[in-house]
């Protein structure tokens, strides 16, 4: 007990160095428009009395670690509630970490609804439904959420275009996302082709879709992937375009 005492004293002494500048950099992040982490009695209650003397003296990359790898043993156990739990006190003291919130999506939306959606325990299907939709909910959640703490970094809005795509089949939202994460610095070369060919899927937005389609064709062989000429000759064939605009039919 005394030993416990003496590393809380510890702690909070040496925090006591670091908050000044903590505030300093949390000035900053608000004034780019950032959330940082909101010292007050809701993070106590998540995190833990240890947990949030040690975040409160400068340690909060330490917990958050340690939480991710406690997350990683409850995805293991498959004890989700569990797992969302640990997931949202990394991601409350770690919103810059974007790892953490693109894993735990991913554990949401993708592990943890497949296992409600194939649970043997419940019979009646439209509770599965409704458990993994809840899950894709919980999941897309994370990500706008990452979002908003990083809104520079492209990963994010990827990751969310291919749960609109995957999960919800909405191709609108995962071509605009899709887009978006184009746009950005450190974008990944495929981001512009999969917002064309998210849209191509869309009614209503056929020519919108051949034109960028097309502009990405036009731009040389190193853009010409068999998924975009399939998705160009498709759209050629609806749109009724004339043979003389159309790409060649032999694939080069």
């Known amino acids: 007990m005394i030993r ?6 510890a702690l909070l002494l040496f925090g006591a160095t670091k908050i ?8 900053a992040h608000r004034a780019l428009h950032l959330r940082g982490v909101d010292f007050n009695l809701g993070l106590r209650e998540q995190i833990g009395q240890t947990g949030f003397v040690a975040a409160l003296s400068g340690f909060r990359s330490v917990v958050a670690d340690v939480l991710f790898i406690e997350a990683h043993g409850a995805w293991e156990e498959t004890d ?6 640990l997931f949202r006190q990394v991601t409350t003291l770690q919103p810059r970490a974007v790892l953490f919130w693109d894993v ?3 554990h949401m939306a993708w592990n943890a609804s497949a296992a409600a959606i194939n649970d043997p325990k419940q019979p009646r299907l439209a509770l599965r439904v409704k458990a993994q939709r809840e899950y894709f909910a919980l999941g897309k959640d994370f990500l706008e959420a990452g979002i908003r703490n990083n ?3 492209p990963q994010l809005y990827e990751a969310l275009a291919r749960l609109y795509r995957d999960k919800y089949n909405d191709h609108a939202h995962a071509s ?3 887009a978006r994460a184009a746009e950005l610095p450190g974008a990944m070369s495929y981001d512009r082709r999969f917002a064309a060919y998210e849209l191509s899927y869309c009614d209503g937005r056929e020519l919108e879709a ?3 389609l097309r502009a990405l064709y036009d731009a040389g062989p190193k853009e010409r992937s068999p998924t975009l000429i399939k998705r160009l000759k498709l759209l050629e064939e609806n749109l009724n375009v004339p043979p003389g605009r159309r790409i060649p039919d032999v694939l080069r």
């Open 176 to 178: 605009d996302y899709f």
């Open 4 to 9: 416990a005492a003496l590393v809380l004293l």
């Open 80 to 85: 989700w509630a569990r797992m969302l739990l």
């Open 210 to 212: 051949y034109e960028k």
């Open 151 to 153: 809104p520079e970094k």
């Open 104 to 106: 735990a999506a991913w």
């Open 20 to 27: 000044p500048a903590e505030r300093t950099l949390e000035a």
